[in-house]
C-alpha cells in the first residue's frame, strides 16, 4: 500500500514509494531497425530515487512505450529535486516544488533531441501553470508563508515573466491557509479553485462549501469569491485537477473530500459543479451527483478528453473507509459530463495513484497511463472507443511524473 511521507525539511505530505531501482539500458537488438531521435515521440519523466533518498527526474524520449522496458539510460533531461511536470502545446513545464522555485520548458530541437528553454525562478514555489492566451501563460504562487495570491504573466515562447501581480489572500478567505486546487482562463475571467488546510496539523476544518475565486482577465484583479452549499471543497492536495474546461469555455469543479488524498474529513457528497462560460456564478441548474453515479464513491484525478467526456480515476472506497494520503484504491473509468454516465474500463487492475498530478497522456482516441502492480509499474494504453486497455512496457523508476508526446 502507499503512503505519503515527507521528503525534505518542509513539512510537506508526498507519496511514499518503491526503494530505489536498479536500471539497465535500452533494447540494443542490432536486428532491429535503428530508431532516430525524430522517430521518439513519446516522452517520460522519470522519478528515481537515491540511496540519499532523495529524487532525480529523468524525462526520456522513447519511440515505442507498448514493448520491452523504458528506462532512465541515454539521452535526456536530468533534474535533481522536486518536481511537477505539465504539457501546454509543444513544451513541457518543469515546475520547482519544495526547495526548488525554478521553471523549465522542454522542448525538442531542429534535430529532434530533448532540449531545454528558459529557467525563470520564484520567490516561491509555483502552483501551477496554465495557458492563458495564444503567447501567454499564468503561474501562480499560493504558499502557506506568503499573505499574497501571487500571478506571473509569462511569455509563452521566452518563458520569462512579463508581468506579476499580487493580491492579498484575505481577498478570497479570512479562514486559515488557503491551498490550490485548479486554475483555467476562460474568456474574460480566471477561475481558481482552492480548499483550506492547516498548514501546521494538515487538518481541514472547514468543507461544508466550494469556493472558487474569480479574477479578471488579462488585467487579472480581484473580482469576488463565488460558492456553493451543494458539495464541498473544490479539489485535493497536490492532484491539481479541481477545475477543468470544455471547447465551449465552460468550467467545471470538482468536489470530493478524499481523505485519501488528504482531507480530514468529509461533510459534503461528492459532485461536479459548473460555471457557464462568461458566467461568474456556480450554475444551479448543473449538479453532477459523483457518490450517486459511481455508487457510493469518487474521484480526484480528472483529465479532459473532449466533447464532455472525462478520464478518471475513481477511488473504490467510499470516504469513510479510505486511508487518508493514500491515493487509493483506483479504478480507471470515462465519465461523460454532459450526460451524467460512466463507462469503466475493462483489463485495467485496481492500483494505487501517486498522489500527485495524474501522468496521463491522451493521444487521439487513446490515453496511455502508468499502472503500478505488484511486479512492477507497466504502461496501459486505452481505447477511449471501446473501453478497453493493452497492457505495455515495464517502466523502470520509482514512479512516473509525466506522460507526453511532441
Not at 488557503?178 to 494538515?202: E, F, H, K, Q, T
Amino acid at each position: 500500500m502507499f503512503s505519503f511521507r515527507r521528503v525534505s525539511k518542509v513539512a510537506l505530505p508526498v507519496l511514499g514509494i518503491w526503494s530505489a531501482l536498479m536500471f539497465t539500458g535500452c533494447d540494443n537488438d542490432d536486428s532491429k531497425d535503428p530508431v532516430t531521435t525524430e522517430d521518439k515521440q513519446f516522452v517520460v519523466s522519470l522519478a528515481i530515487q537515491g540511496s540519499d533518498n532523495n529524487f532525480t527526474y529523468y524525462s526520456v524520449p522513447f519511440a515505442d512505450v507498448m514493448n520491452g522496458s523504458l528506462s532512465a539510460v541515454g539521452e535526456g533531461i536530468e533534474q535533481p529535486g522536486y518536481y511537477d511536470f505539465t504539457q501546454i502545446g509543444n513544451t513541457i513545464y518543469s515546475i520547482g516544488g519544495l526547495d526548488d522555485v525554478n521553471v523549465v520548458g522542454i522542448t525538442k530541437n531542429e534535430s529532434g533531441a530533448l532540449t531545454q528553454i528558459g529557467d525563470v525562478s520564484f520567490t516561491n514555489s509555483l502552483s501551477d501553470i496554465v495557458k492563458a492566451d495564444e503567447n501567454t501563460l499564468v503561474a501562480l504562487e499560493l504558499n502557506s508563508s506568503s499573505d499574497q495570491v501571487t500571478f506571473h504573466k509569462i511569455d509563452i515562447n521566452t518563458i520569462t515573466v512579463k508581468e506579476t501581480i499580487q493580491h492579498p489572500v484575505s481577498d478570497i478567505t479570512g479562514l486559515e491557509s488557503p491551498s490550490y486546487s485548479g486554475m483555467r482562463v476562460s474568456g474574460d475571467y480566471l477561475y481558481l479553485g482552492y480548499y483550506i488546510m492547516d498548514p501546521n496539523s494538515w487538518e481541514t476544518n472547514f468543507t461544508d462549501k466550494a469556493w472558487v475565486a474569480v479574477y479578471s482577465y488579462p488585467e487579472l484583479e480581484f473580482i469576488k469569491v463565488i460558492e456553493d452549499d451543494r458539495t464541498g471543497n473544490i479539489g485535493g492536495f497536490n492532484v491539481k485537477s479541481g477545475l477543468i474546461k470544455d471547447e465551449k469555455g465552460d468550467v467545471y469543479a470538482l468536489s470530493h473530500s478524499n481523505p485519501a488524498n488528504g482531507f480530514s474529513q468529509s461533510t459534503k457528497g461528492g459532485a461536479i459543479l459548473r460555471i457557464k462560460s462568461g458566467e461568474t456564478e456556480f450554475d444551479q441548474d448543473y449538479f453532477l451527483d459523483v457518490e450517486a453515479l459511481t455508487e457510493g464513491t469518487n474521484t480526484a484525478h480528472l483529465v479532459y478528453l473532449g466533447d464532455g467526456k472525462v478520464f478518471a480515476e475513481i477511488n473504490t472506497e467510499a470516504n469513510e473507509n479510505q486511508a487518508r494520503w493514500s491515493d487509493s484504491p483506483l479504478r480507471s473509468a470515462v465519465i461523460d459530463l454532459y450526460n451524467n454516465t460512466i463507462n469503466y474500463i475493462d483489463g485495467i487492475p485496481t492500483h494505487n495513484g501517486d498522489g500527485r498530478r495524474l501522468a496521463a497522456l491522451h493521444d487521439g482516441n487513446n490515453i496511455y497511463i502508468c499502472i503500478p502492480e505488484d511486479s512492477g509499474i507497466y504502461v496501459y494504453k486505452i481505447d477511449l472507443v471501446n473501453y478497453t486497455a493493452t497492457k505495455g512496457a515495464e517502466v523502470e523508476a520509482n514512479f512516473v511524473a509525466g506522460f507526453f508526446k511532441l
